[in-house]
């Protein structure tokens, strides 16, 4: 029957492929321990032959000492909670001596399953089942060619059923030491002519699995929400609203965190004010106008990011992806340029450096968006094959520079080849460093007209002194949670943004000098100048980073290090505890324990909101 319930799957062209072993134990990390999916080819006997899921005896079979057996490439992992394959007999050759069950990891190859110690077996010529032991006790019907056979292993009772053709034979095995020792699903077979299939839930099963492993997913639950409280443990509403309160205070959610305050009697440490300082920062980060952000940071927090260069690198990282999305350019100038219509920075690039912002209708074909990424791809390739093309350029254009052309650097294309060849180059930093040599004298900070340096550490955030003026009065500021981010750039923002480019790899030179190399700070940097290499970098490989909800780390980072600056806990109880009782989860599962197979945080958050409403 075929009655999995999740939907887990991934599509190529038009043909859907789901990994039914996968959704069948959706709380195992194969990377940690991979599933039984296959037999191994090399843990049998000699006498064995093995080809995909069909294991076929070729051995004399004159007595038990012919016997022969082969196990699964991995043992069950605690996680599946319970653990179910089939066998179905194809031939049972001359005697139909097989024996289907499990072995520890150090098993016999030239025994049947359950002769040994550790080893656990069904055998089809007389029915019996052999737990450790060549001593066999009466189990169930015998079976034969055209029978399909199945081995359960329930990893929360630590007991072994089997199945005859879609039937339930009843418990064959107790207390199995499964916390101490790993399990193989095994097959063994003794006579000429013998021939079984495996199906380790690649192929729907003859018997229902899931009504059990529905079962077992209630009981466990049930026995979490009837886990006895004693009453010497505290007043636990109480506790809950703090964990509650605190959650909401630390997210800077400051009018509920009121209401709720009120509501329940509670109090919280940091004032309004406070909290609502941080709200407004917050939104800037998630609307993606990180350079407001970075200078409300600095107003409100004077020696925060001076003091943590990393978390402003961090945050400089992503002011440069948001710029290439479009995000952190002053919108208004952004949608009165003849250059919206332009899709990209490249394209941008293409079109003023022809001297003209005015395209002709084949120009404009030439500058429409792939959406392919495959075809950016060749893009990127050919931006990197041409860059020895048009570097005979570069003293025309430097000499444009000194003839004192408009734009922070006179930007040209053979500027923005060299960051597309950025990945690709021997010198990693390429990119901005050949950009710092045309410009190395104008690198002097920006002063802002309300008398604020708009700057760090000689590094300029781009913004607009329109939202200073907003942020430095009293009034509550408005932000946008959900911005229009222009995806497209005109000719000064290309500038700004390149710029900003060569700002940004000087403070990393400066950084790695001071503090050594930081693999994570090269890798963002790495990844955020890699978005120029694409024509439509929001449908390239790199494309991910200009998803809004990768705004989301970078706002949790920046929370963290201001309640930290404050003396507060970096993370609130609430999520503590979450991720503490995941790691208990991940602990069982380590331990051996199945009933970690049965319950997630989520599963249990999602039903309680589920009863309350």
């Known amino acids: 029957m075929d009655k999995l319930e999740y939907q887990d799957s991934t599509k190529t062209e038009n043909v859907h492929v789901v990994d039914r072993i996968k959704l069948l134990y959706p709380?195992?990390?194969?990377?940690?321990?991979?599933?039984?999916?296959?037999?191994?080819?090399?843990?049998?006997?000699?006498?064995?032959?093995?080809?995909?899921?069909?294991?076929?005896?070729?051995?004399?079979?004159?007595?038990?000492?012919?016997?022969?057996?082969?196990?699964?490439?991995?043992?069950?992992?605690?996680?599946?909670?319970?653990?179910?394959?089939?066998?179905?007999?194809?031939?049972?050759?001359?005697?139909?001596?097989?024996?289907?069950?499990?072995?520890?990891?150090?098993?016999?190859?030239?025994?049947?399953?359950?002769w040994d110690k550790g080893s656990y077996g069904y055998h089809g010529d007389d029915g019996n089942s052999f737990c450790s032991s060549g001593n066999g006790q009466p189990y169930g019907p015998t079976f034969t060619t055209g029978d399909i056979i199945g081995c359960g292993v329930n990893l929360v009772e630590n007991t072994c059923f089997y199945t005859k053709n879609g039937h339930h034979l009843g418990i064959a095995f107790r207390d199995l030491p499964v916390r101490k020792t790993k399990l193989y699903p095994t097959v063994g077979l003794q006579t000429p002519g013998e021939i079984v299939d495996a199906n380790f839930g690649q192929e729907?099963?003859?018997?229902?699995?899931?009504?059990?492993?529905?079962?077992?997913?209630?009981?466990?639950?049930?026995?979490?929400?009837?886990?006895?409280?004693?009453d010497d443990q505290g007043d636990w509403t109480s506790i809950l609203h703090k964990m509650v309160s605190s959650y909401?205070?630390?997210?800077?959610?400051?009018?509920?965190?009121?209401?709720?305050?009120?509501?329940?009697?509670?109090?919280?440490?940091?004032?309004?004010?406070?909290?609502?300082?941080?709200?407004?920062?917050?939104?800037?980060?998630?609307?993606?106008?990180?350079?407001?952000?970075?200078?409300?940071?600095?107003?409100?927090?004077?020696?925060?990011?001076?003091?943590?260069?990393?978390?402003?690198?961090?945050?400089?990282?992503?002011?440069?992806?948001?710029?290439?999305?479009?995000?952190?350019?002053?919108?208004?100038?952004a949608r009165d340029s003849p250059l919206t219509q332009t899709s990209s920075v490249i394209q941008s690039t293409k079109t003023y450096q022809n001297g003209s912002t005015t395209t002709t209708q084949q120009q404009q074909n030439s500058n429409l968006v792939i959406s392919d990424p495959n075809n950016d791809n060749l893009e990127h390739q050919s931006f990197k094959n041409n860059l020895s093309l048009q570097s005979h350029d570069k003293d025309q254009n430097n000499k444009n520079v000194n003839n004192g052309s408009s734009g922070v650097n006179n930007i040209n294309i053979q500027e923005l080849n060299q960051i597309n060849s950025y990945n690709n180059s021997n010198d990693q930093y390429l990119v901005v460093a050949a950009m710092d040599n045309t410009n190395e004298s104008n690198s002097s900070d920006v002063e802002m007209e309300n008398g604020h340096n708009n700057s760090m550490n000689g590094f300029k955030n781009g913004s607009s002194n329109k939202t200073h003026n907003i942020i430095d009065g009293d009034e509550e500021m408005d932000v946008d949670g959900s911005p229009v981010c222009i995806k497209s750039t005109n000719k000064s923002g290309v500038e700004r943004m390149l710029e900003?480019?060569?700002?940004?790899?000087?403070?990393?030179?400066?950084?790695?000098?001071?503090?050594?190399?930081?693999?994570?700070?090269?890798?963002?940097?790495?990844?955020?100048?890699?978005?120029?290499?694409?024509?439509?970098?929001?449908?390239?490989?790199?494309?991910?980073?200009?998803?809004?909800?990768?705004?989301?780390?970078?706002?949790?980072?920046?929370?963290?290090?201001?309640?930290?600056?404050?003396?507060?806990?970096?993370?609130?109880p609430l999520e503590i505890n979450i991720a503490h009782a995941s790691e208990l989860l991940r602990l069982m599962s380590n331990s051996n324990l199945g009933a970690c197979a049965f319950v997630t945080v989520d599963d249990m958050l999602h039903e309680e909101a589920t009863i309350s409403n």
Not at 37 to 43: A, E, G, L, N
Not at 208 to 223: P, Q, Y
């Open 500 to 572: 900003f480019g060569r700002e940004l790899f000087q403070m990393s030179q400066r950084l790695e000098r001071e503090n050594g190399i930081n693999e994570a700070n090269q890798k963002m940097l790495e990844d955020a100048f890699s978005l120029l290499a694409y024509s439509n970098p929001w449908a390239s490989p790199l494309g991910w980073q200009l998803c809004p909800s990768r705004r989301e780390t970078i706002c949790a980072a920046l929370n963290s290090a201001i309640l930290e600056s404050m003396n507060y806990s970096w993370r609130p």
């Open 248 to 333: 909401l205070v630390h997210h800077g959610f400051s009018s509920t965190a009121e209401a709720f305050a009120k509501s329940t009697g509670q109090t919280f440490n940091e004032d309004l004010a406070s909290i609502k300082t941080r709200q407004k920062i917050l939104k800037l980060v998630l609307s993606g106008r990180m350079g407001h952000a970075i200078d409300q940071t600095i107003r409100s927090y004077p020696n925060l990011l001076e003091s943590n260069q990393n978390l402003l690198f961090m945050l400089k990282c992503r002011q440069f992806v948001e710029m290439v999305n479009g995000c952190d350019f002053d919108n208004d100038s």
């Open 204 to 230: 729907p099963f003859k018997f229902d699995i899931e009504d059990m492993l529905k079962e077992l997913r209630a009981s466990t639950k049930a026995s979490i929400y009837n886990f006895p409280v004693p």
């Open 27 to 114: 709380n195992v990390n194969e990377e940690e321990t991979p599933l039984p999916r296959s037999w191994s080819p090399t843990d049998k006997c000699n006498s064995i032959y093995v080809h995909n899921f069909r294991v076929h005896y070729k051995g004399v079979g004159k007595s038990h000492n012919d016997a022969a057996s082969v196990r699964t490439a991995h043992p069950v992992p605690a996680a599946c909670g319970l653990y179910y394959f089939e066998v179905k007999i194809i031939s049972k050759g001359r005697d139909g001596y097989m024996g289907i069950g499990l072995t520890a990891q150090n098993f016999k190859a030239n025994r049947l399953p359950g």
